[in-house]
């Protein structure tokens, strides 16, 4: 009766990465209505037929996959399962207005859990005059599943696709890259021992900025507003969920082109280095910056006569640049050397 | 370290109803936007500045809570989660124009197990000329959850929301109900007919409809057009997901007012009354039509002054009338006693 298990040829899901399993799935799909300017492939759907676009995203959360309920307090994984929608609007550089949250939970969260949870939620939306306008329960059968889905607007001619990237433009990505991913090292870190020994009492005080970045990410709609301000519109934008190496890839094939960044610009915190150090002698910050994920900074191309706009900007940081689509994607060491850039972005 | 067991205080989830539970949950949020014009508590929620609104709404289905692999296709279950969500854009008298699907799953599922979940996601769009605009792909531990967002319009003076209700309004319903949850009903006898003898082969031939209308839904989008076509607005509206009973009771609430339907006026097919008559002697087909949900019909009131615009659309039903808040949401019987409608709807 089940319909569930093909014994033949079956594939496995991991035989696909999940971008190349969306492409596959979605690939047939024709769009109809006059509405809709964007579908698929990019961090919010494009709809309306007016100058001023609506944006439609969805992100979910699942326990056990995006996060672990040994270290994660609920109220920051409500304020995180809002953040991280709304970092999808400011990746269009678009404005959010509301938001609507699914939670499928099992009987083992309590009604007080949930209020913890929503409390989170309610935070974030408050934080960025967001309005929550939809919500429902659900049973689960295990573990907690958050999908956000986040409505947002911007004028046609400032919305910021993957695509427009062109040669020469200059690459821009805002706060540091790497530090989410070491507070998740640290907290990984922690739960070992704190498993070994329930006894120990962790002491994460002198973590507190890479733990925050992890726990509590920002949407960087403070960028998209001084952009703004800079009447400054990028050719193109993303924002940093999964390592910048995987959102450069994003950018290079949606606007069919190449990038070369330089190492010594990547912006790395002080702290995340010394989080590598503590870890492994054979781990580099880089690393994490490249492909440690969750930091949900902005990356976006401009046009090389708004330099002078940018270049001040505060949090912005100039790390490259758009080259033709045959040189690939590549980083440039100090040393000078090139080295091509992969995806192994860990999600969040 | 956790924070996810509440040892004092602790409230179980079951204690509130789904519903009561998202009023306490989402109390304290105030709307912020003047772009947001209707929030938690209706089908949709309402978006937009001008006359032409945008609907959003996100509905979730949980494995094991909603569905059961044992007995649903998976290309019965992208259409239904699909057709779920359109009709929620219906139940605001709207016109669906786009839909997002994020699907967690567990690596027991195969690539070809979502191309055919897809499949159905596909029908479904095309069916109803709806455009996929975006979609994610998640791990989760155990079983699939599926939540699909969808994106519809209407124009301001067409919406109908569930509070608009008045005293002497017609209730009307469309279609049949309890239909779904009979099929449910066999499908689960005959699960557990098989799951005794793994050779039994189930004849589900006979009861075409029942299990039609259980594994593959319609959103009642020509409902929506009839009404335009007629001129009438409904003064409320909702779709039957839980129950004639449920939806009664919420747009009661909703509009502060009773309301008396008669028994022999509920649409009723004459396959759910052999489904009921097989199953027990006890089991009545206005139970089902009462409680068992999945029905995805529109239940709505109309002016009286609509009377004659309504009466003859085919597929409508005209099942009794509005009354004041005092009165209660009754039922009456042939024999003209009258029961007080409760909510036990069955969640699909």
Request: net charge negative; aromatic share 6%.
């Amino acid at each position: 009766m089940s319909e569930l298990e093909y014994q033949e040829g079956r594939t496995e899901l991991d035989a696909f990465g999940e971008f190349a399993l969306i492409d596959r799935l979605t690939d047939e799909f024709e769009p109809r209505n006059a509405s809709t300017v964007k579908g698929v492939g990019d961090d919010c759907a494009v709809i309306g037929e007016g100058m001023r676009k609506t944006l439609v995203t969805t992100q979910t959360l699942a326990e056990g996959i995006h996060f672990d309920m040994m270290y994660t307090p609920l109220k920051h994984l409500g304020y995180k399962a809002v953040a991280v929608a709304l970092s999808n609007v400011a990746a269009m550089n678009g404005t959010p207005r509301q938001v609507m949250v699914s939670v499928a939970v099992s009987n083992r969260y309590s009604v007080e859990a949930l209020e913890e949870l929503y409390a989170g939620i309610r935070l974030c939306c408050e934080r960025y005059d967001v309005d929550l306008v939809g919500g429902d329960t659900n049973s689960s059968r295990s573990g907690m599943v958050l999908t956000v889905t986040a409505v947002g607007e911007a004028d046609e001619e400032r919305l910021a696709y993957r695509s427009g990237a062109r040669m020469h433009d200059l690459i821009c990505v805002s706060g540091d890259l790497g530090s989410a991913y070491s507070g998740l090292l640290i907290l990984e870190r922690e739960k070992v021992t704190y498993q070994a020994n329930p006894n120990f009492q962790p002491d994460l005080d002198s973590y507190d900025y890479v733990l925050e970045r992890f726990l509590k990410p920002e949407p960087r709609l403070d960028i998209v507003q001084a952009l703004a301000k800079a009447d400054v519109v990028p050719t193109s934008m993303i924002d940093v969920s999964d390592g910048l190496a995987s959102e450069l890839l994003h950018i290079c094939k949606a606007s069919q082109c190449g990038c070369e960044v330089y190492e010594e610009r990547l912006p790395i915190d002080y702290q995340t280095t010394r989080v590598c150090s503590e870890m492994s002698q054979n781990m580099l910050p880089v690393s994490n910056a490249l492909n440690g994920g969750g930091d949900y900074e902005l990356l976006f191309t401009v046009a090389q006569k708004d330099y002078e706009r940018v270049k001040d900007l505060e949090g912005v940081h100039i790390i490259g640049h758009v080259t033709e689509q045959g040189l690939g994607a590549v980083m440039v060491t100090p040393q000078n050397s090139t080295i091509t850039l992969v995806a192994q972005g860990f999600r969040n």
